[in-house]
Structures are given as C-alpha cells and as structure tokens.
C-alpha cells in the first residue's frame, strides 16, 4: 500500500523558519517531490531528492532519509506570500514517473 | 512554450449530465496524468496515458469516468451521468517520457461543480 502523513496544519511568524515534516509508507521509492499549491491554483514544484541528504535551493531545503522513509521541507524567512499548502509526493518504483501525494500540509505565515 | 494546458477552468453540470475536461500537454510531453483533489484534500491519482495507450488507471472510478489521449488531440477526461460528489478540481500534468527531477508540470485544472 501506499501512505504519505504530513501534519495537516502549521502556523509561523513571518521573518521565521518553519519545517514540515514527512513520512511515507510506499511499495518502492524512486524519488521525493515537494510543491507548493495557493488556494485555487495549480501546483508548482519545489525541490527533488532521491539521494539521502539535504538539498538547499534559496529560501527553500529539502531533506531525505530514505532508511527512514523521511523528508522535511525547511522554509527560512518567512514572507506572507509563502502562506499556501506544501505537498509532499513520492515517485513510486516501476519504470514510470508516477507520484502519489499526501494530504498537504496548509501552512499560515503571520505578521 | 505554452505550459499544460486544460480547458475550461470552470464547468457547471447538472446531475446526470456528461462532463468532458481537456488536457493539452507541453511540447514535448507524451505523458499525461490527471488528479482529482476535493475540497482541503490532497491530489489523488486517477490515471496515467502515453499517446493512444492507457497504463495505469488504478485511481479511476470503475463506473462513469474514462480517459483517453488520442494520437492526435488533447487528452480528455470524461465523466457521464454526473452526482453531487463528483464536485471537485481536476488537474492534469504531464512529463517527457524519461524520469527526470521535476517530477510534473500541472495545469491550472477544471473545477467541476454538480447542482
């Protein structure tokens, strides 16, 4: 079967730093995705790991470990335009590029 | 280059009647996939197509839904005799045929609504 949790909410300050965690449960691995999606547009993608570690892309940091079946997104200071849900999606084995995504995580940045 | 492209953005239906969602890919994508997210929800997989070939449909409702991607043509995603919950937003993406690190683009999607 095929499970992706993420928490369903977060809230943080603007200026600040938050994490949002991700656990998957997939019949294979070829790939971890994040996407932001605004209320009623389309999803846009963020970051891809496929090899344990962090990768950094400006404000923006993905992180994986594999053995853990585990990722974070880390968002670093915080602008009220990052308020959005943040997707995490998992790019299952078999040859095709198929991603199955968890619920989201809407994220609400604060003045 | 023209990104993927669905039509129309918003379709109204009554129940019972057919809806029919487009999907035209980005130059170069032979892939197609289409999602369903109801309201606060994630995007849930209905099906995967190439040109003229269906390869997963595991997500799709075994009765009323279809999809199709013509050799020539978008990619349409049909729903017949539509209810209340088939109410949701449907997106479409699509990829080049090898696996790369972007995983898809989407489509700004069709939000269906059922009165």
């Known amino acids: 079967g095929q499970n992706i949790d993420q928490p369903t909410e977060m809230t943080a300050t603007e200026g600040a730093i938050v994490q949002i965690n991700c656990t998957y449960q997939?019949?294979?691995?070829?790939?971890l995705f994040w996407y932001q999606q605004h209320a009623g547009e389309a999803p846009t993608f963020l970051s891809y790991n496929v090899l344990d570690g962090l990768e950094e892309k400006g404000r923006f940091s993905s992180f994986l470990s594999r053995s853990k079946g585990y990722s974070y997104l880390l968002l670093k200071e915080l602008q009220m335009k990052d308020s959005a849900s943040y997707l995490c999606?998992?790019?299952?084995?078999?040859?095709?590029?198929?991603?199955?995504f968890g619920a989201g995580t809407r994220l609400a940045v604060h003045p | 280059n023209a990104g993927v492209m669905q039509n129309p953005r918003h379709l109204v239906r009554r129940r019972g009647q057919e809806a029919r969602l487009r999907c035209s890919p980005m130059?170069?994508?032979?892939?197609v996939y289409w999602y369903r997210q109801l309201p606060e929800e994630g995007l849930k997989f209905m099906v995967y197509l190439q040109k003229e070939n269906i390869i997963d449909e595991s997500g799709m409702p075994k009765e009323r839904f279809s999809a199709e991607f013509p050799k020539e043509g978008p990619s349409i995603l049909r729903i017949q005799q539509v209810v209340r919950g088939d109410s949701a937003a449907y997106f479409c993406?699509?990829?080049?045929?090898?696996?790369?690190?972007?995983?898809?683009?989407f489509g700004s999607g069709t939000r269906l609504t059922v009165v």
């Open positions: 130059k170069g994508h032979s892939h």
């Open positions: 993406a699509s990829s080049p045929p090898r696996q790369g690190n972007y995983g898809y683009t």
């Open positions: 999606a998992v790019r299952v084995a078999g040859g095709y590029n198929k991603l199955i």
């Open positions: 997939t019949s294979g691995f070829n790939g």
